[in-house]
């Protein structure tokens, strides 16, 4: 069991918006602002989308976005993309010994 | 151009050793840290363990600590991944990744290095 939930599964349609979910607790994603979101394509290394909660690395789409509310931070894909299906998994920073710990991932289906 | 290349895939026995790398270019290799990440198939990713090339200080996850070891050689900007004993288990692949602290995740990937471990 990942430290971190997410859903397994989301989907839209091209263009709509859709919000992946990150769940954890006070002493990972509520306690900290080191929450980062990454993209992995199928037999691809996995890309940084977002780090530090809402900060978005240079060269990626002001498409994705990240929040966060008490214990659960948030990616959102708005003008969704056929090139946007991919595996996406978020990340925190924990006061247990772990460090950093991953959600479990949430395959995205663009229908 | 940052880049991490990682050495290619390995097909192992049961109880052999193994040392995987990770060659950084196109910055310091010891301003940042380099962190270790396993996906076995079909799986998620976890987060196995972390260095600063720049004085060797060295993280675990309580996961793995004991199962592998986590090094690196300023010298030629390379970090490395070796396991003692190989297990059937250990079958996955592995990515090192840059991280510009200990925490706050990883900013650019290595391509990973697949491990097969089987009898």
């Known amino acids: 069991q990942s430290a971190l939930t997410q859903p397994a599964s989301v989907s839209g349609s091209p263009g709509q918006s859709i919000t992946i979910s990150c769940t954890g607790t006070?002493?990972?994603?509520?306690?900290?602002?080191?929450v980062s979101w990454y993209q992995q394509h199928p037999g691809k290394a996995p890309k940084l989308m977002i780090y530090e909660v809402s900060n978005r690395p240079s060269g990626v789409s002001n498409r994705f976005s990240g929040s966060k509310s008490g214990n659960t931070a948030s990616l959102t894909i708005s003008g969704l993309q056929a090139e946007d299906e991919a595996d996406y998994y978020c990340?925190?920073?924990?006061?247990?010994?772990?460090?950093?710990?991953f959600g479990g991932g949430t395959k995205l289906t663009v229908l | 151009e940052v880049q991490l290349v990682q050495s290619g895939a390995e097909v192992k026995k049961p109880g052999e050793s193994l040392k995987i790398s990770c060659k950084g270019s196109g910055y310091s290799f010891t301003s940042y840290w380099i962190g270790w990440v396993r996906q076995m198939p079909g799986k998620g990713l976890e987060w196995m363990g972390i260095?600063?090339?720049?004085?060797?200080?060295?993280r675990y996850s309580p996961s793995f600590q004991g199962q592998v070891t986590i090094s690196a050689d300023k010298s030629i900007s390379t970090a490395y991944l070796q396991w003692s004993s190989l297990k059937a288990s250990d079958t996955a692949m592995y990515y090192c990744?840059?991280?510009?602290?200990?925490?706050?995740?990883?900013?650019?990937w290595g391509q990973g290095t697949l491990v097969t471990v089987s009898s």
């Open positions: 990744a840059r991280a510009p602290g200990p925490t706050g995740g990883f900013d650019y």
């Open positions: 006070s002493s990972d994603v509520g306690g900290y602002n080191y």
């Open positions: 990340s925190s920073y924990t006061s247990s010994s772990t460090l950093e710990v």
């Open positions: 260095i600063y090339p720049g004085d060797s200080d060295t």
